[in-house]
């Protein structure tokens, strides 16, 4: 069964770039019957979605986070990642990655969802 | 901008019908996803497009959505269905997020 995991630092300082990797297993990223999210949930708090890759290399991302992050992918290694820029304390969360099936009507769903990573944005 | 609005809390009794409701601004023209979080887990779908299961979920949970109210229905619930629960929809090609709501059983 496809599983998906997060790798990065755990700590990053305020005003530097997040950065994370999802890597997928049992499912090919090149396959293109998926796109490849990012989420993320503050400690205690609900879910935010933060934007969505394409093996394509088409992107979509939440416009209140739009101008700090990108998604790239890389098919080689059946990876795709996460960059979020000007971090501050704000941005501390725990991230997941997770595969967006592709419905009609905009009716896409996230199944299934990587086990998360905590990344703390402190000095 | 749309938005999501979930009770916080539901209280339910073992073997009782659970119903968790996400309200939102003509909803029900649009596709709802519900999630369950256990405490120090990853969300898993339990429903997608309103009312369909993934495999692997128990029948007891069922779910709809008309007008402006998707509503997550978890019938005989069992103690391993105390969690968290998240409705999901999109709005201009951005996933939305209800706010959770945290279903215990007792």
């Known amino acids: 069964q496809v599983q998906l995991q997060e790798s990065g630092p755990g700590l990053v300082k305020p005003s530097q770039t997040l950065s994370l990797t999802c890597t997928v297993s049992?499912?090919?990223?090149?396959?293109?019957?998926?796109?490849w999210s990012w989420i993320r949930q503050h400690p205690g708090k609900g879910l935010e979605w933060i934007g969505y890759i394409h093996y394509s290399g088409s992107t979509y991302y939440n416009p209140s986070l739009k101008s700090r992050v990108t998604i790239s992918v890389d098919t080689s290694k059946n990876q795709f990642s996460l960059r979020l820029s000007s971090v501050t304390a704000a941005d501390t969360a725990v991230y997941y990655c997770?595969?967006?099936?592709?419905?009609?009507?905009?009716?896409?769903?996230?199944?299934?969802w990587g086990q998360g990573t905590l990344v703390t944005v402190s000095s | 901008s749309f938005e999501l609005t979930q009770p916080p809390s539901v209280s339910v009794s073992p073997g009782q019908t659970a119903s968790i409701t996400c309200s939102g601004d003509k909803l029900g023209d649009k596709f709802a996803c519900w999630y369950q979080q256990q405490p120090g887990q990853s969300p898993v779908l339990v429903i997608y497009q309103d009312n369909k299961r993934p495999s692997g979920i128990p029948e007891r949970f069922s779910g709809s959505n008309s007008g402006n109210t998707a509503t997550l229905t978890i019938g005989g619930t069992q103690a391993m269905d105390e969690a968290d629960y998240y409705c999901?929809?999109?709005?201009?090609?951005?996933?939305?997020f209800g706010g959770g709501t945290k279903l215990t059983v007792l």
């Open positions: 999901q929809a999109w709005d201009s090609s951005t996933a939305v």
């Open positions: 997770a595969r967006q099936s592709v419905a009609v009507a905009a009716g896409d769903w996230f199944d299934p």
């Open positions: 049992a499912d090919s990223i090149s396959s293109g019957a998926y796109y």
